[in-house]
């Protein structure tokens, strides 16, 4: 039987650091160099990150991390693979995650998508994440998605990648 693979969306497949940096540089024309967000949470940098979260578009118009596209199709192939989501605490993200999977990823079904709350639910084989909270709960094999937040920090029991070419030298 194949293994179960969890995959997460924001970080990982949907660059969500480039909508807070959008947002931002809109509301009040600051522009971030990589090195002001490295190793600080999300909303250390970003101070008014919860209201670009509640705003509506800003999980459906977020660009898609480079590789992930053909990365997930070739891991679909191969593995039992799920899109994981934690969604519920920004109600508005579910319409617009799901319509964003369905036109970057339309080779994924419904089944294979999962929004969810706590990821301390989800159970599989191989969990990649940006989020150490995800990951560290996991009883699986964990792979850390390189993000500014995590970027410089201790990786503890999990495996690093910088790109999703480095999750398929990993897995495939
Ligand atoms: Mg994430």
Known sequence: MALRLIIDMDGVIADIYAQYARFEASESGIK??????????????????????????????????????PALKELNAQYDL?????ATEFPQSLQEKYDWLQEHFPFLSWKQMVFCGSKAIIHGDI???????????FSGRTILFTQPHNDGLPEKN???VHSWQEVLDLLV
């Open 32 to 69: 971030r160099s990589c090195e002001d967000l490295k190793g600080k949470s999300e909303s250390e940098v970003f101070r008014n990150l919860r209201e670009y979260l509640f705003t509506r578009g800003f999980f459906r118009d977020a660009p898609v991390i480079p590789g992930s596209i």
């Open 127 to 137: 969990m990649i994440d940006d989020h150490f909270k995800n990951l560290d709960s």
């Open 158 to 160: 999990h495996v690093r």
């Open 82 to 86: 799920f899109v994981v989501s934690s």
